[in-house]
């Protein structure tokens, strides 16, 4: 059996009137991320990493901002859309972690319903996914409250 990993960011910057998602889940608070697509910065790393372990490129292969069809998509889109790319190459993703850093709003109480959302969109076991939350202490745009970003790890495996 052959394991690979690969390693994932993105950052996206708040923007007030836009609905805020991340992990695939929709969140009250009064800023959105901004991006062409839901802007959900956590679903974006973790398709870069799934993407990056595979040997297959990044986000803007598949899904580039300058696509009108991808304009307001969900992320999760995007997300199972990875999972069936390893399928055709004979690969399973087996465990995801990832960081969110943001000053606010505070996400510990999201993670669990995150960890959900994405094992049930890639078929995979609740515990086979982890998300974290953390603050950059008041340094940078994430601590500024700017914006958000996000780094996560895929481990996959092929299927002999």
């Not at 990493?49 to 696509?67: E, H, R, V």
Request: net charge negative.
């Amino acid at each position: 059996m052959s394991v690979r990993t690969g390693i994932g960011y993105d950052a996206h910057r708040l923007e007030a009137g836009r609905p805020f998602w991340l992990g695939g889940v929709q969140i009250d608070f009064e800023a959105g991320l901004a991006g062409h697509s839901d802007g959900d910065a956590l679903i974006h790393a973790l398709v870069d990493a799934i993407l990056g372990a595979a040997g297959l490129g990044d986000i803007g292969t598949y899904f580039p901002s300058s696509d009108p069809k991808y304009h307001g998509a969900s992320s999760l889109e995007f997300l199972r859309y990875c999972a069936e790319l390893l399928k055709q190459q004979g690969w399973h993703v087996t465990n995801l972690d990832a960081t969110i850093v943001a000053e606010r709003p505070r996400l510990a109480s999201h993670s669990e319903d995150m960890c959900k959302t994405i094992a049930e969109s890639l078929g995979l076991s609740q515990t086979q996914v982890n998300i974290k939350s953390t603050t950059s202490d008041g340094m940078g745009f994430t601590g500024r409250g700017e914006g958000i970003s996000a780094l996560a790890i895929a481990t996959i495996e092929d299927k002999i």
